[in-house]
């Protein structure tokens, strides 16, 4: 109880420190002054709160705010305010409005939002205001000229046919990640068009780039949605601004030498007749541009080219990647359409595959048509917002300076004044004579006025190539309805769970029959960000007028309650607080039977047991509730399923494949690799590492199993006469062995040398990781790693990151050499034994695999490789030195196979092993390695009984579904007949899941089979085995893995 006191108290004061940091203002400006408070209060708007203002009516999750702002701006007409901790914010929907406020040059200055992208982008044409913004916008105009536009489509087509063959290399998969197809595109075009740099051809330092751009744009979309990260020192401090200050300098010290070397091309050219041909080719870069610009009038740095290459990169692929994804996805959805588009290119195009000119895209008419209505539905920067530096007057109401002026393009593009039918899928709304008669500010894909997007052509004629080329080798079929699609409001109007997209191939020298489905997948911001768009709420303390000492103190305090308040809520609900206001998902969980809950801590104290309890613990909540129950832990719903039909619904569902937000916590170490990843990575990944898995792989690692086993019979033979062994020691220093073995191809020699600085690090993050887990208050990452177990987390991961680091590089190099001599064939195929070699033939050859990727996926590998069948062959061995009968057995079935011979044990022995195999099952029942997995439900799901909303964290534990009665009579009983053939014919398949099951199951599952029988036989057949403790007298912790508290002691004897 004092622990638990401690605790709290330790969190409290975390708290108040990060939140009175929080509450310092970050930008001096005073608070609003109105000139005119009683026309303010004219304006409609949400009822709002003292010092909060109206934030709380935007309190939804993320793909329901957009509707929000929409219901909103129905219920209160074509202007409303709202007020937030201070700041007015004024929504308009009126075309004549927005335009008074964008068709001025007063009115050019962006909001606060934008500060958050100047340590990227600098303050460049997107950040930039005043005369620097009005400047750079003159200089820049030129390079997005009609005949400069014309040498861009060479691009355009090139990397379309890279995404075409992408595609068919895929016909045959079922599902195919056209999202993570397309963004790569658009990335290799942007990539070309603004630095000249093709990524097809270059190296490593390239594909890091692209990595940390589509990284770099998700951490801002975090840092927006977290308003205690807007602060700059509190970013800075917390893991997201590290990883942003290494991102930055991957990316600027990129784009900075790419600038050096292409100026110094352009100063060697200078004066030589040739330099004015290949000039011309040199246009087909923008950054090539504004060197030439900078040469020849001196008017921008090579920091000011860095700033508009940057602000390029960033403006240019994500928002053209989810035009050309909603685009695909409509025509997919109404074949009508799709066949009039496809009719308009055979008449451009005829029966040639010939790539696409300017002037073929000029006569694209209606596919222009098909662009600016999907643009229409679904903008690709669904808002955008402006600071008033002067008062306003509008139509109907002045908004005084300092106000904000969001425009919800969104909302604008659904007034069934300009649109009727507003919701309607209708590329007619284009047609020339509807233009016409249309307000200009009716309709702002690209914003309007003189801050327009400059990229706009640019923009269009990209997706015109891209998605003729698609449409001229595919036909499409959208798989989801527009009712079904959660829609994220950030800053690019993304899908939250994909967009689903059968293709066929049109051309007929492949079969029509050969469907491939197509799964759209977007990475959505980072779990644990309240679910609010708000960006002010650091900016309280503004004003002139507090310079009072006392009056600033008192305001501070009261800013600090509220926010450690605020803050106690995003803590305390570790990840998601939106279930304190979701009543009906909240009846939905308390139907589920469960025990009774502690107000705001709910049942946490349950799970709050010594060392060895909570085990013993959840079988109890299992006898009494099963076979579904429910905890609450502050705040959360936990509901735990034990029925093998309710198992079978969560886990063999595609849909269901998410991990629970505990499996964050390993990210640091893994990543995101194939345990902690999900949506179309994690089927990526899978789909790449399953033939590592191969029987034909496997077999090759048999030799390493065996001389890693030879050297544990040895270590234990030198221990015979002696009282008793700790058994589990002895088998992880020995699958430590063989995981690196087969994991890296390198022999760390664990079992005589088990105090080398890597097998260290690696046992300790184990502990660092389980401790954190069951530490709360420990969750969030800003209050971890500024704690002692986070700093040495830290430590522990400069390590083993680095060794891996290191060894991939070695093993790369060692590729390259061997790959160029064909007298090195049979050395590149020995390297086989090791699945990082692997990884890296198939990054290699295909190029889809980044040193990151293949660290991340060997991370999580040596991760659940080494400790998962360390536990699962010391259990084994345990059950057999209390059962002498069984182990006698088992003996005997080795001597059938290997007589009296001392030999190796081969892959064909091994099969032949039918008894062990039972043993081993049987010791899984009981003691499954991973006691417990969990998946967190992005949907509502239906199970026997209950309905479990979205959101609902669903813990699976093998541990009690493995001693269901019905299923194992006697289930405390050590019975490896419970695996007879005849009995495993009629046992429902999710009974029994040491390994998970359905599609995200264990990839790695017979290579731990395979592993456990060659060294439960080595030691079988050269050691008798007597256990010293009884299975009741054993304290068993339930953690990651399922380990005995005080080890496994037995006697061991020679045979």
Same mark, same amino acid.
């Given at each position: 109880?004092?622990?638990?006191?401690?605790?709290?108290?330790?969190?409290?004061?975390?708290?108040?420190v990060?939140?009175?940091?929080?509450?310092?203002?970050?930008n001096?400006?005073?608070?609003?002054?109105?000139?005119?408070?009683?026309?303010?209060?004219?304006?409609?708007?949400?009822?709002?709160?003292?010092?909060?203002?109206s934030?709380?009516?935007l309190?939804?999750?993320?793909?329901?705010?957009i509707?929000?702002?929409?219901?909103m701006?129905?219920?209160y007409?074509d202007?409303?305010?709202?007020?937030?901790?201070?700041?007015?914010?004024?929504?308009?929907?009126?075309?004549?409005?927005?335009?008074?406020?964008?068709?001025?040059?007063?009115?050019?200055?962006k909001?606060?939002?934008?500060?958050?992208l100047?340590?990227?982008?600098?303050?460049?044409?997107?950040?930039?205001?005043?005369?620097?913004?009005?400047?750079?916008?003159k200089?820049?105009?030129?390079?997005?000229?009609?005949?400069?536009?014309?040498?861009?489509?060479?691009v355009f087509?090139?990397?379309?046919?890279f995404?075409?063959k992408?595609?068919?290399?895929?016909?045959?998969?079922p599902?195919?990640?056209?999202?993570?197809h397309?963004?790569?595109?658009?990335?290799?075009?942007?990539?070309?068009?603004?630095?000249?740099?093709?990524?097809?051809?270059?190296?490593?330092?390239?594909?890091?780039?692209?990595?940390?751009?589509?990284?770099?744009?998700?951490?801002?979309?975090?840092?927006?949605?977290?308003?205690?990260?807007?602060r700059q020192?509190?970013?800075? +401090?917390?893991?997201?601004?590290?990883?942003q200050?290494?991102?930055?300098?991957?990316?600027?010290?990129f784009?900075?030498?790419?600038?050096r070397?292409?100026?110094a091309?352009?100063?060697?050219?200078?004066?030589?007749?040739?330099?004015?041909?290949?000039?011309k080719?040199?246009?087909?870069?923008f950054?090539?541009?504004?060197?030439e610009v900078?040469?020849?009038?001196?008017?921008?740095?090579?920091?000011?080219?860095?700033?508009e290459v940057?602000?390029?990169?960033?403006?240019?692929?994500?928002?053209?990647?989810?035009?050309?994804s909603?685009?695909?996805?409509?025509?997919?959805?109404?074949?009508?359409?799709?066949?009039?588009?496809?009719?308009?290119?055979?008449?451009?195009?005829g029966?040639?595959?010939?790539?696409?000119?300017?002037?073929?895209?000029?006569?694209?008419?209606?596919?222009e048509?098909?662009?600016?209505?999907? +643009?229409?539905?679904?903008?690709s920067?669904?808002?955008?917002?402006?600071?008033?530096?002067?008062?306003?007057?509008?139509?109907?109401?002045?908004?005084p300076?300092?106000?904000?002026?969001?425009?919800?393009?969104?909302?604008?593009?659904?007034?069934?004044?300009?649109?009727?039918?507003?919701?309607?899928f209708?590329?007619?709304h284009?047609?020339?004579?509807?233009?016409?008669?249309?307000?200009?500010?009716?309709?702002?894909?690209?914003?309007?006025?003189?801050r327009?997007?400059?990229?706009?052509?640019f923009?269009?004629?990209?997706?015109?190539?891209?998605?003729?080329?698609?449409?001229?080798?595919?036909?499409?079929?959208?798989?989801?309805n527009?009712e079904?699609?959660?829609?994220?409001?950030?800053?690019?109007l993304?899908?939250?769970?994909?967009?689903?997209i059968?293709?066929?191939?049109?051309?007929?020298c492949?079969?029509?029959?050969?469907?491939?489905?197509?799964?759209?997948?977007?990475?959505?911001?980072?779990q644990?960000t309240?679910?609010?768009?708000l960006?002010?709420?650091?900016?309280?303390?503004?004003?002139?007028?507090?310079?009072?000492?006392?009056?600033?103190w008192?305001?501070?305090?009261?800013?600090?309650?509220v926010?450690?308040?605020v803050?106690?809520?995003?803590?305390?609900f570790?990840?998601?607080?939106?279930?304190?206001?979701?009543?009906?998902?909240?009846?939905k @969980?308390?139907?589920?039977?469960?025990?009774k809950?502690?107000?705001?801590f709910?049942?946490?104290?349950?799970?709050?047991?010594?060392?060895?309890?909570l085990?013993?613990q959840?079988?109890?909540?299992y006898?009494?509730?099963?076979?579904?129950f429910?905890?609450?832990v502050?705040g959360?719903?936990?509901?735990?399923?034990?029925?093998?039909?309710d198992?079978?619904?969560?886990?063999s569902?595609?849909?269901?494949?998410?991990?629970?937000?505990?499996?964050?916590?390993?990210?640091?170490?893994?990543?995101?690799?194939?345990?902690?990843s999900?949506?179309?990575?994690?089927?990526?990944?899978?789909?790449?590492?399953?033939?590592?898995?191969?029987?034909?792989?496997?077999?090759?690692?048999?030799?390493?199993f065996?001389?890693?086993?030879?050297?544990?019979?040895?270590?234990?033979?030198?221990?015979?006469?002696?009282p008793y062994?700790?058994?589990?020691?002895?088998?992880t220093?020995?699958?430590?062995?063989i995981?690196?073995?087969?994991?890296?191809g390198?022999?760390i020699?664990?079992q005589?040398?088990g105090?080398a600085e890597?097998?260290?690090?690696?046992?300790?993050?184990?502990?660092?990781?389980?401790?954190?887990?069951?530490?709360?208050?420990?969750?969030?990452?800003?209050?971890?790693?500024?704690?002692?177990?986070?700093?040495?987390?830290?430590?522990?991961?400069?390590?083993l990151?680095?060794?891996t680091?290191q060894?991939?590089k070695?093993?790369?190099?060692?590729?390259?050499?061997?790959?160029?001599?064909?007298?090195?064939n049979k050395?590149?195929?020995?390297?086989?034994l090791?699945?990082?070699?692997?990884?890296?033939?198939?990054?290699?050859?295909?190029?889809r695999?980044?040193?990151?990727? @293949?660290q991340?996926?060997v991370?999580?590998?040596?991760?659940?490789?080494?400790?998962?069948t360390s536990?699962?062959?010391?259990?084994?061995?345990h059950?057999?030195?209390?059962?002498p009968? @069984?182990?006698?057995?088992?003996?005997?079935?080795?001597?059938?196979?290997?007589?009296?011979?001392?030999r190796?044990?081969?892959?064909?022995d091994l099969?032949?092993?039918?008894?062990l195999?039972?043993?081993?099952?049987?010791?899984?029942?009981?003691?499954?390695?991973?006691?417990?997995?969990s998946?967190?439900?992005e949907?509502?799901?239906? @199970?026997?009984?209950?309905t479990l909303?979205?959101?609902?964290q669903?813990?699976?534990l093998p541990?009690?579904?493995?001693?269901?009665?019905?299923?194992?009579?006697?289930?405390?009983?050590?019975n490896?007949d419970?695996?007879?053939?005849?009995k495993? +014919?009629?046992?429902h398949?999710?009974?029994?899941?040491p390994?998970?099951?359905g599609p995200?199951?264990c990839?790695?599952?017979?290579?731990?089979?395979?592993?456990?029988?060659?060294?439960?036989?080595?030691?079988l057949?050269?050691?008798?085995l007597?256990?010293?403790?009884?299975?009741?007298?054993?304290? +068993?912790?339930l953690?990651?893995?399922?380990?005995?508290?005080?080890?496994?002691?037995?006697?061991?004897s020679s045979?």
């Open positions: 109880m004092l622990e638990v006191i401690l605790g709290w108290f330790a969190l409290v004061i975390l708290l108040a990060c939140a009175f940091l929080v509450t310092v203002p970050y001096q400006d005073p608070v609003l002054k109105l000139a005119d408070p009683e026309g303010i209060k004219r304006i409609p708007g949400p009822r709002s709160l003292p010092y909060l203002g934030v709380l009516t309190n939804v999750p993320r793909e329901k705010l509707k929000r702002f929409v219901d701006q129905n219920e007409g202007i409303f305010k709202m007020w937030a901790v201070g700041y007015l914010y004024v929504f308009l929907k009126d075309p004549d409005d927005i335009e008074t406020i964008l068709n001025s040059r007063k009115h050019i200055k909001s606060i939002d934008y500060q958050l100047e340590p990227w982008l600098g303050t460049g044409l997107l950040t930039s205001s005043g005369e620097k913004w009005h400047s750079r916008r200089i820049l105009t030129p390079a997005f000229h009609f005949k400069i536009l014309e040498g861009f489509i060479q087509n090139v990397n379309s046919e995404l075409i992408d595609l068919e290399a895929q016909i045959q998969e599902f195919v990640d056209m999202n993570a397309i963004t790569k595109c658009t990335l290799d075009i942007i990539c070309e068009a603004a630095m000249g740099i093709s990524l097809h051809d270059k190296e490593r330092d390239d594909s890091e780039y692209t990595r940390a751009v589509k990284r770099m744009t998700q951490l801002i979309v975090h840092r927006q949605l977290s308003p205690w990260l807007h020192f509190v970013f800075d +401090l917390s893991p997201a601004g590290r990883e200050a290494r991102l930055l300098r991957t990316l600027h010290s784009t900075g030498r790419v600038i070397e292409r100026r091309e352009y100063t060697a050219n200078l004066d030589a007749e040739k330099h004015f041909v290949s000039g080719k040199r246009h087909l870069a950054l090539d541009l504004l060197i900078s040469e020849k009038e001196g008017v921008l740095t090579d920091a000011d080219i860095r700033e940057d602000t390029f990169m960033f403006e240019g692929h994500d928002t053209t990647a989810v035009a050309i909603w685009a695909l996805y409509f025509l997919g959805s109404h074949p009508d359409v799709q066949e009039k588009v496809v009719t308009e290119l055979k008449e451009i195009f029966d040639s595959d010939r790539a696409a000119t300017f002037e073929d895209l000029q006569r694209m008419k209606y596919m048509q098909v662009i600016k209505e999907t +643009l229409r539905l679904y903008p920067v669904p808002g955008f917002n402006r600071k008033l530096d002067v008062d306003v007057k509008l139509k109907n109401y002045t908004i300076a300092g106000a904000f002026v969001p425009i919800a393009v969104y909302a604008l593009h659904r007034n069934p004044k300009e649109f009727p039918n507003p919701e309607e209708n590329p007619d284009f047609l020339p004579e509807k233009i016409q008669g249309r307000h200009p500010f009716a309709y702002i894909p690209f914003s309007a006025g003189p327009n997007c400059i990229g706009q052509r923009a269009v004629l990209e997706e015109k190539t891209v998605l003729s080329s698609v449409l001229r080798k595919f036909k499409l079929e959208s798989l989801d527009r079904n699609i959660d829609v994220m409001f950030e800053l690019i993304r899908p939250k769970h994909g967009l689903r059968k293709i066929t191939p049109r051309v007929t492949i079969e029509q029959s050969s469907w491939v489905e197509i799964k759209f997948s977007v990475t959505l911001g980072a644990g309240i679910p609010t768009r960006t002010i709420l650091e900016d309280l303390l503004r004003a002139d007028i507090l310079r009072n000492k006392m009056l600033d008192v305001l501070t305090a009261v800013g600090t309650v926010f450690l308040v803050a106690m809520f995003h803590v305390v570790l990840y998601n607080w939106s279930w304190l206001f979701r009543r009906a998902d909240c009846t @969980i308390d139907m589920i039977p469960g025990p809950q502690v107000p705001f709910g049942n946490i104290f349950l799970l709050k047991q010594p060392e060895g309890g085990s013993k959840f079988l109890r909540l006898k009494e509730y099963a076979p579904t429910r905890l609450w502050l959360f719903p936990e509901v735990f399923i034990t029925d093998p039909e198992i079978e619904v969560i886990l569902s595609p849909s269901h494949i998410t991990k629970s937000l505990d499996y964050n916590l390993l990210r640091a170490w893994l990543g995101n690799g194939l345990l902690t999900a949506g179309n990575k994690w089927h990526e990944h899978r789909k790449f590492l399953t033939p590592a898995f191969h029987f034909k792989i496997l077999e090759e690692y048999v030799k390493v065996n001389y890693n086993s030879q050297i544990l019979v040895k270590k234990l033979e030198a221990q015979v006469g002696e062994v700790d058994i589990t020691s002895y088998v220093m020995c699958t430590l062995d995981i690196c073995e087969t994991a890296m390198i022999q020699h664990a005589n040398d105090e890597y097998i260290k690090a690696v046992r300790r993050m184990t502990k660092v990781v389980v401790k954190r887990q069951f530490t709360p208050w420990l969750h969030k990452d800003y209050i971890y790693y500024s704690s002692p177990l986070g700093r040495e987390e830290g430590r522990l991961l400069q390590i990151h680095g060794f680091d060894v991939i070695e093993r790369r190099e060692e590729y390259k050499t061997t790959h160029k001599s064909d007298d090195n050395s590149r195929r020995r390297r086989r090791a699945f990082l070699d692997l990884l890296i033939e198939m990054s290699e050859r295909e190029g695999l980044s040193d990151a990727d @293949i991340e996926e991370d999580t590998f040596m991760f659940e490789g080494h400790d998962t536990v699962a062959i010391s259990w084994a061995l059950l057999l030195g209390s059962h009968e @069984i182990q006698d057995k088992v003996v005997k079935e080795l001597q059938d196979i290997f007589g009296d011979s001392g190796e044990a081969t892959y064909e099969q032949q092993m039918k008894y195999e039972q043993v081993i099952k049987e010791a899984l029942r009981l003691y499954p390695s991973v006691p417990a997995f998946r967190y439900l949907v509502d799901v239906k @199970i026997k009984n209950y909303p979205a959101g609902t669903t813990p699976i541990f009690l579904i493995h001693r269901n009665p019905k299923v194992f009579p006697n289930p405390e009983e050590f490896p419970n695996f007879l053939p005849e495993v +014919l009629n046992r398949p999710f009974a029994y899941l390994f998970s099951a995200r199951n990839i790695g599952q017979k290579f731990a089979m395979l592993e456990e029988k060659v060294v439960l036989s080595s030691v057949r050269k050691l008798r007597q256990s010293l403790d009884t299975r009741e007298d054993i304290p +068993l912790l953690e990651l893995i399922l380990r005995p508290k005080d080890g496994l002691r037995i006697k061991i045979r």
